[in-house]
Antibody, heavy 118, light 108 residues
């Protein structure tokens, strides 16, 4: 079954960092995005990594705090968010555009809940 | 950055009725618009791309229209599984990819 498999829920203290993984078997030629949804909020695009893992782009509001990396040997993409704040409590999704020519998201992971609380 | 504004914020609809959701872009995006459905506890699901093309396995009661700056998602004959939050997303100019703030469709 075609899917993106994400790591499990995390609970972190303010100021800590979190790393969320997304296994993407069969999608080594695809761009992978990270998108989050905070409670009571809408979907928010965070960043993207290219198929070879050497180019990334991040939303301005996350610049300096987010890093997306890719392990081509395990077909796994990682999203690390540092200096966590309570407002970073959210469901984090990885997603991709199955066809490289189409820039909408037709395959999503099930999400990873990150809770930031003291 | 292209801003998408959705209306209404909440829509109360009885089962079997029609729901009409709107999405307005801050500048022309041609037909580079997608719609997603998100039910509680689930990831978003692609419904519509290219403003009016249904994604794989999406029922015909979902239809999209519009071009330029004004777009509409229509759900004809609302069913119980259709309740949830709907988002529009533009892919005309990126990064960043941007979403509307969502419309929650609830049972009347």
């Amino acid at each position: 079954q075609v899917q993106l498999v994400q790591s499990g829920a995390e609970v972190k203290r303010p100021g800590a960092s979190v790393r969320v993984s997304c296994e993407a078997p069969g999608f080594n030629r695809n761009y992978i995005h990270w998108i989050r949804r905070a409670p009571g909020q809408g979907l928010e695009w965070m960043g993207i990594i290219n198929p070879t893992g050497d180019t990334t782009n991040y939303a301005q509001q996350f610049q300096g705090r987010v890093t997306v990396t890719r392990d081509k040997y395990t077909n796994t993409v990682y999203m690390e968010l540092t200096s966590l704040r309570t407002e970073d409590t959210a469901m984090y999704y990885c997603a991709t555009n199955v066809s490289p020519a189409n820039w909408y998201f037709d395959l999503w992971g099930r999400g990873t809940l990150v809770t930031v609380s003291s | 950055e292209i801003v998408l504004t959705q209306s209404p914020v909440t829509l109360s609809v009885s089962p079997g009725e029609r729901a009409t959701l709107s999405c307005t872009a801050s500048q022309s995006i041609s037909d580079n618009l997608a719609w997603y459905q998100q039910r509680p506890g689930q990831p978003p699901r692609l419904l519509i791309y290219g403003a009016s093309s249904r994604a794989t396995d999406i029922p015909a009661r979902f239809s999209g229209s519009g071009s330029g700056t004004d777009f509409t998602l229509t759900i004809s004959g609302l069913q119980s599984e259709d309740f949830g939050t709907y988002y529009c997303q533009q892919y005309k100019e990126w990064p960043p990819w941007t979403f509307g703030q969502g419309t929650k469709v609830e049972i009347k």
